[in-house]
Nanobody, 124 residues
Framework: QLQLVESGGGLVQPGGSLRLSCVAS????????IAWFRQAPGKERQGVSR????????LYADSVKDRFTISRDNAKNTVYLQMNSLKLEDTAVYYC?????????????????WGQGIHVTVSS
């Protein structure tokens, strides 16, 4: 069973940057697509970004396009989310999740393993 642990969250001012990491254990991530989701207070969880098994195909929510970049280092069993030009509305708990599916989507039902989540707060 794949276990995922997020790190790198915290408090940042609007316009700032953070890099989240999702470190996997228990299995190699080579066989998984990895996605980042987020849940803001009082809102439903939504997909933010997804990277396929090889790292060649990525997907971004419109709200983060051109600001966030997802990448993976299979040798380190780690996926990253570089978040730039952060806005107040990016404040949320961020989760990474793993899927064996090759369908490029954010459907939560296709993600088998989830991290515990990490807080990102954008505030002045």
């Amino acid at each position: 069973q794949l276990q995922l642990v997020e790190s790198g969250g915290g408090l940042v001012q609007p316009g700032g940057s953070l890099r989240l990491s999702c470190v996997a254990s228990g299995s190699t991530i080579d066989n998984y697509a990895i996605a980042w989701f987020r849940q803001a207070p009082g809102k439903e969880r939504q997909g933010v970004s997804r990277i396929d098994h090889s790292g060649g195909v990525t997907l971004y929510a419109d709200s983060v396009k051109d600001r966030f970049t997802i990448s993976r280092d299979n040798a380190k069993n780690t996926v990253y989310l570089q978040m730039n030009s952060l806005k107040l509305e990016d404040t949320a708990v961020y989760y990474c999740a793993a899927s064996r599916s090759y369908v490029i989507e954010f459907s939560e039902g296709s993600y088998d393993s989830w991290g515990q989540g990490i807080h990102v707060t954008v505030s002045s």
